[in-house]
């Protein structure tokens, strides 16, 4: 039986979750009642199905007969031997349903979220959240996220990034992808056949190398700018850029240096990504002020039996909330900050115009009664004169 952590906050889910210890993955806490402790699994949209590290002691037999017959893998080539079992998650006093994958002790825990899981299924089968579609949203920030089951988009109406609905994944189409100075001009077509998946498991934008090419000959941007180029350094297998900040002075100046990329979508959907929200930030001490780039390129492109990948990972979720909507196979975008700004702004509006209100009550309050006020005080005062007492 598995029990889930959660608050509740109307007929929604809402679930914390934290980094891990190496910051590259996004885990919600679940706690196996058989087990009797807390696991943390990867929320991975790129994941159809959920792994879970079993009881293997009363299974061995199970798994040395079934070999690698039945293989849990998810779209960024993550893959382990399963034994299928089910299991019941208990929330409150109701308890679902829910199927997963054991796998072996040096496997990842993966909470599977991608397209028709079983685990939203589950939560809305049993009406343990009401909403008028079947949806969830993501929200990626640096140091945490969050996961919100059963929140309605605010606006059905708007344009939102229709799903393959013949996908397990969250694969998308997507027309173009440009940057901000016309170095990179991409168009996807059928005969480059690509499939494009969001996945929040991924912790890089992955891509072929002549997609990546591209990608790269795009920050070429910062030889024109007059602040010039960030020094370069490769870390950890990556390209790295130095925030110095006696150079950009406000880091925002070190982000512009750096292109902004539009993915432009079938339906018309233009999908803005910036350098704040690409950039991975290192986390380790004396490199706090590295930046490094998210783009990958992925092997398995060169064997012509697959279709060539273009996986949006977290760098390109990061900062906005991203609406699953299951019942009309779309996804919607908010920003995320955007909102807190606009927010925020109406906050100190709001507390600018109390000030000023107060001062104009003080004002007409002392025209109204400024004879009383007077008297009152020349009453309340003693004499004034010299003390010949010193």
């Given at each position: 039986?598995?029990?889930?952590?959660?608050?509740?906050?109307?007929?929604?889910?809402?679930?914390?979750?934290?980094?891990?210890?190496?910051?590259?993955?996004?885990?919600?806490?679940?706690?196996?009642?058989?087990?009797?402790?807390?696991?943390?699994?990867?929320?991975?949209?790129?994941?159809?199905?959920?792994?879970?590290?079993?009881?293997?002691?009363?299974?061995?037999?199970?798994?040395?007969?079934?070999?690698?017959?039945?293989?849990?893998?998810?779209?960024?080539?993550?893959?382990?031997?399963?034994?299928?079992?089910?299991?019941?998650?208990?929330?409150?006093?109701?308890?679902?349903?829910?199927?997963?994958?054991?796998?072996?002790?040096?496997?990842?825990?993966?909470?599977?979220?991608?397209?028709?899981n079983s685990f939203i299924k589950g939560l809305y089968d049993n009406s343990l959240?009401?909403?008028?579609?079947?949806?969830?949203?993501?929200?990626?920030?640096?140091?945490?996220?969050?996961?919100?089951?059963?929140?309605?988009?605010?606006?059905?109406?708007?344009?939102?990034?229709?799903?393959?609905?013949?996908?397990?994944?969250?694969?998308?189409?997507?027309?173009?992808?440009?940057?901000?100075?016309?170095?990179?001009?991409?168009?996807?077509?059928?005969?480059?056949?690509?499939?494009?998946?969001?996945?929040?498991?991924?912790?890089?934008?992955?891509?072929?190398?002549?997609?990546?090419?591209?990608?790269?000959?795009?920050?070429?941007?910062?030889?024109?700018?007059?602040?010039?180029?960030?020094?370069?350094?490769?870390?950890?297998?990556?390209?790295?850029?130095?925030?110095?900040?006696?150079?950009?002075?406000?880091?925002?100046?070190?982000?512009?240096?750096?292109?902004?990329?539009?993915?432009?979508?079938?339906?018309?959907?233009?999908?803005?990504?910036?350098?704040?929200?690409?950039?991975?930030?290192?986390?380790?001490?004396?490199?706090?002020?590295?930046?490094?780039?998210?783009?990958?390129?992925?092997?398995?492109?060169?064997?012509?039996?697959?279709?060539?990948?273009?996986?949006?990972?977290?760098?390109?979720?990061?900062?906005?909330?991203?609406?699953?909507?299951?019942?009309?196979?779309?996804?919607?975008?908010?920003?995320?900050?955007?909102?807190?700004?606009?927010?925020?702004?109406?906050?100190?509006?709001?507390?600018?115009?109390?000030?000023?209100?107060?001062?104009?009550?003080?004002?007409?309050?002392?025209?109204?009664?400024?004879?009383?006020?007077?008297?009152?005080?020349?009453?309340?005062?003693?004499?004034?004169?010299?003390?010949?007492?010193?």
């Amino acid at each position: 039986m598995i029990i889930l952590l959660f608050s509740i906050a109307s007929s929604q889910l809402i679930f914390d979750l934290k980094r891990d210890l190496h910051q590259t993955e996004y885990l919600i806490t679940l706690e196996i009642d058989t087990q009797s402790k807390k696991n943390d699994f990867v929320v991975d949209t790129g994941a159809p199905y959920t792994s879970f590290i079993c009881d293997q002691s009363s299974n061995q037999e199970k798994f040395k007969s079934l070999g690698c017959e039945n293989v849990f893998s998810t779209y960024d080539g993550q893959w382990s031997c399963v034994i299928n079992e089910s299991h019941q998650i208990k929330i409150g006093n109701n308890s679902i349903d829910f199927n997963f994958g054991c796998v072996s002790n040096d496997a990842t825990q993966i909470l599977g979220m991608g397209n028709n899981n079983s685990f939203i299924k589950g939560l809305y089968d049993n009406s343990l959240v009401t909403s008028k579609n079947q949806i969830f949203s993501i929200l990626l920030k640096q140091d945490k996220g969050i996961l919100t089951i059963g929140q309605d988009y605010p606006n059905y109406e708007e344009v939102s990034i229709p799903i393959n609905i013949y996908s397990q994944y969250y694969q998308v189409d997507l027309a173009s992808i440009k940057d901000d100075k016309d170095s990179l001009n991409f168009q996807f077509n059928e005969i480059n056949n690509y499939e494009i998946i969001i996945d929040s498991g991924s912790t890089l934008i992955v891509m072929d190398s002549e997609l990546l090419q591209l990608f790269n000959k795009s920050f070429l941007k910062c030889e024109t700018d007059p602040r010039g180029c960030p020094q370069q350094f490769q870390l950890l297998g990556k390209q790295c850029f130095l925030y110095d900040r006696t150079h950009y002075g406000d880091i925002s100046n070190f982000f512009d240096t750096f292109p902004e990329f539009s993915f432009n979508f079938r339906n018309g959907y233009i999908f803005k990504l910036n350098a704040k929200d690409y950039l991975l930030k290192l986390n380790f001490y004396n490199y706090e002020n590295f930046y490094c780039l998210p783009f990958i390129d992925f092997s398995r492109n060169y064997q012509t039996k697959y279709k060539k990948i273009l996986l949006l990972g977290q760098p390109f979720m990061n900062n906005k909330e991203f609406y699953f909507d299951l019942t009309n196979q779309a996804i919607y975008v908010k920003n995320a900050e955007i909102q807190i700004e606009f927010t925020s702004k109406i906050f100190e509006h709001t507390t600018l115009y109390i000030q000023i209100g107060f001062l104009i009550g003080i004002y007409l309050f002392y025209r109204l009664y400024s004879t009383q006020i007077r008297g009152m005080l020349r009453g309340g005062l003693g004499n004034q004169g010299i003390n010949a007492y010193g």
